[in-house]
């Protein structure tokens, strides 16, 4: 199935025309780009009530939970544009997933709160597709083992104490379950905490 795009083409961001488009200006980086699964308003509201309470949080907007298949980075128009149509290439089907379970990243010095995703095949077989499609465009590969997971909050000077304590009232943490018939090519631009984020592209999983 060919993935579909936004917008009839790819979504227009202002600045030089997105993704190889013709200009008499020089090509300038894209915004930061990468795939992800998007999270339903009604997952995301459950995974809002559990913020406040840690200090140094800095708590993501419900509006730009995800959880990232493939980060790509900050490419020009030519790549950005082959990245994706590249990934008009993924064959997969549509899958059942859920959040189970809350931890940190960081260890010691904890950098972030997630809501891990339960292992599901599928998820890493979709993950595993993009990883090679982007290796074919010349992206390097990714350095580091896949942990799928939302993240809720970016931490700054949070005790690993005050983390563990926040963590052990909130569990046990499970979502309900959500259907994933889609993915899609997000761009960010730098901000605190992350986002906004702007679908690209969007890519239909075989019914």
């Known amino acids: 199935m060919k993935g579909c795009v936004a917008s009839a083409n790819l979504h227009i961001i202002a600045g030089p025309p997105p993704f190889g488009g013709h200009s008499s200006t020089p090509i300038r980086a894209m915004p930061r780009l990468f795939t992800a699964l998007e999270i339903p308003t009604d997952v995301g509201q459950s995974l809002s009530m559990l913020r406040g309470g840690l200090p140094g949080a800095r708590w993501i907007d419900p509006d730009n939970y995800h959880l990232t298949l493939r980060f790509i980075g900050d490419i020009d128009d030519s790549l950005a544009r082959e990245v994706a149509d590249m990934l008009n290439n993924v064959r ?17 010095k904890p950098r972030a709160v997630v809501a891990a995703a339960a292992p599901v095949q599928a998820l890493f ?6 990883e090679r499609l982007m290796q074919r465009v010349g992206l390097d590969p990714e350095g580091r083992k896949y942990t799928p997971h939302v993240t809720l909050a970016r931490l700054r000077d949070s005790s690993s104490r005050a983390v563990a304590d926040f963590l052990s009232t909130r569990q046990p943490f499970r979502s309900i379950p959500f259907r994933i018939s889609r993915f899609v090519l997000y761009s960010s631009r730098a901000s605190v905490g992350g986002g906004p984020y702007v679908v690209e592209a969007a890519y239909p999983l075989a019914a």
């Open 92 to 108: 997969r089907t549509s899958f059942d997933l859920r959040l189970d379970g809350l931890s940190s990243f960081g260890g010691r």
């Open 125 to 130: 077989d979709l993950q595993s597709e993009q």
